[in-house]
């Protein structure tokens, strides 16, 4: 079974200081990850995903994530927020291990993202 | 290029009415396709997935449906709509294989009164 957690439900940040968006996984294979973020009455926009090679991987928006396995986490971040990343992002997980249902992507609850200007 | 289409983009209705979300799928062949519904803005509960034309899967027991009639063609219904359906309806697609994320349309605001 997958399942990914997002601990924090919203994340306060002043505008032009570094944020983070916190993500834990649990697999049972290797993990697909990524990165989604929503904007009001919006369908979900991918950010990046890490599938395998550099454990620090840079996407769309000036974001980047980093894998850590064996803390099994896939934080995302940003050195400097901007008023406009204030939306709610989606981390989501991907098994490796070829069983019933691994085609799918599990999603976590989401943190709403507010950068205070 | 691949593109998904979702409409309406809002949508009310009485309760006890019917009704029919499309989603369409261009650039692509034998997506898997996918619907969500996520209410009051915050997590996403995946409803219904398809892998292929006329096969469904239900996420959920609920008063939904949902069918496939083309290969990029993804269809939610309902005969008699509840209070509580009202929220927030997302259509997905992904490449089949365990690499892709998924491409999500524009969503569709139900509100049933």
């Known amino acids: 079974a997958q399942s990914v957690a997002q601990p924090e439900d919203q994340v306060n940040v002043a505008e032009g200081n570094p944020l983070t968006v916190k993500c834990t996984y649990s697999?049972?294979?290797?993990?697909?990850l990524f990165w989604y973020v929503q904007y009001p009455n919006r369908g979900l926009q991918f950010l990046l995903k890490?599938?395998?090679?550099?454990?620090l991987v840079k996407g769309s928006y000036g974001f980047e994530a980093e894998f850590n396995k064996s803390q099994t986490s896939f934080h995302l971040k940003k050195p400097s927020a901007l008023v406009s990343d204030s939306a709610l992002y989606f981390c989501a997980v991907r098994d490796s291990y070829s069983g019933a249902g691994s085609y799918q992507l599990t999603f976590g609850k989401g943190t709403k993202l507010s950068v205070i200007p | 290029s691949q593109t998904i289409h979702q409409w309406p983009a809002t949508l009310v209705q009485p309760v006890g009415s019917p009704l029919s979300l499309e989603c369409t799928v261009e650039?692509?062949?034998?997506?898997?396709l996918y619907w969500y519904r996520q209410a009051a803005g915050r997590g996403l509960q995946l409803l219904f997935y398809s892998v292929g034309i006329g096969q469904i899967s239900s996420e959920v027991p609920q008063n939904l449906s949902a069918s496939r009639p083309q290969d990029r063609q993804f269809i939610l219904s309902s005969k008699k709509l509840l209070l509580s359906d009202s929220g927030f309806y997302l259509c997905?697609?992904?490449?089949?294989?365990?690499?892709?994320?998924?491409?999500f349309g524009s969503g569709t605001r139900l509100t049933v009164v």
């Open positions: 697999v049972s294979g290797n993990p697909y």
């Open positions: 650039g692509t062949s034998n997506p898997n």
């Open positions: 997905a697609w992904s490449v089949q294989g365990r690499g892709y994320g998924y491409t």
């Open positions: 890490y599938i395998t090679g550099d454990n």
